[in-house]
T-cell receptor
């Protein structure tokens, strides 16, 4: 059974304080690892897809990395508008499995 | 960018009524669409996978007679919650897989409240 564990459950940062979110996974035949951002009351917004260990992708203040067991979402010098829940999901042979998310709050 | 339109965004209904939620891929064709439900502060839970022109595949524990899924075209899937009860109140989200690049895009979700 595919499993995704995200940590921490919640993270509070000061504006400009860089940090990382973790996504640990076990999956049969990884077809892709996805990061999404979700604002309250809205559907998830796609951020990145990573396909193989060693791959990295960047978008503005966000950088996602992937190993064979986990992925990190690095947030550099975050701003209050980065506050959201960040979801990680893995795609195996048959389905997409989501983690419970990390709720990020960035204070000015 | 690719857009998935989900409608309605919010619905309040009486217990015993049926509610239909639509999910449309506006600028791409989707051979596969997924339906999820999300309880407050919980992860997205896959309910079913629908492929255009065939019956949906339901996850264990999801009643197929209660959650009717129709995927009649490459751009439209519908989820009908039949005889809704208060315990069906939840946030329902669809996603569509682009048949060309296999990227997954999400709708904006539907908040269902059953009184």
């Amino acid at each position: 059974e595919d499993q995704v564990t995200q940590s921490p459950e919640a993270l509070r940062l000061q504006e400009g304080e860089s940090s990382s979110l973790n996504c640990s996974y076990t999956v049969s035949g990884l077809r892709g690892l996805f990061w999404y951002r979700q604002d309250p009351g809205k559907g998830p917004e796609f951020l990145f897809t990573l396909y193989s260990a060693g791959e990295e992708k960047e978008k503005e203040r966000l950088k996602a990395t992937l190993t064979k067991k986990e992925s990190f979402l690095h947030i550099t010098a975050p701003k209050p508008e980065d506050s959201a829940t960040y979801l990680c999901a893995v795609s195996g042979y048959s389905t997409l499995t989501f983690g419970k998310g990390t709720m990020l709050l960035v204070s000015p | 960018g690719a857009v998935v339109s989900q409608h309605p965004s919010r619905v309040i209904c009486k217990s015993g009524t049926s509610v239909k939620i639509e999910c449309r891929s506006l600028d791409f064709q989707a051979t596969t669409m997924f339906w999820y439900r999300q309880f407050p502060k919980q992860s997205l839970m896959l309910m079913a996978t629908s492929n255009e022109g065939s019956k949906a595949t339901y996850e264990q524990g999801v009643e197929k007679d209660k959650f009717l899924i129709n995927h009649a075209s490459l751009t439209l899937s519908t989820l009908t919650v039949t005889s809704a009860h208060p315990e069906d109140s939840s946030f329902y989200i669809c996603s569509a897989k682009n048949r060309v690049n296999e990227k997954l895009f999400f709708g904006s979700g539907t908040q269902l409240s059953v009184l």
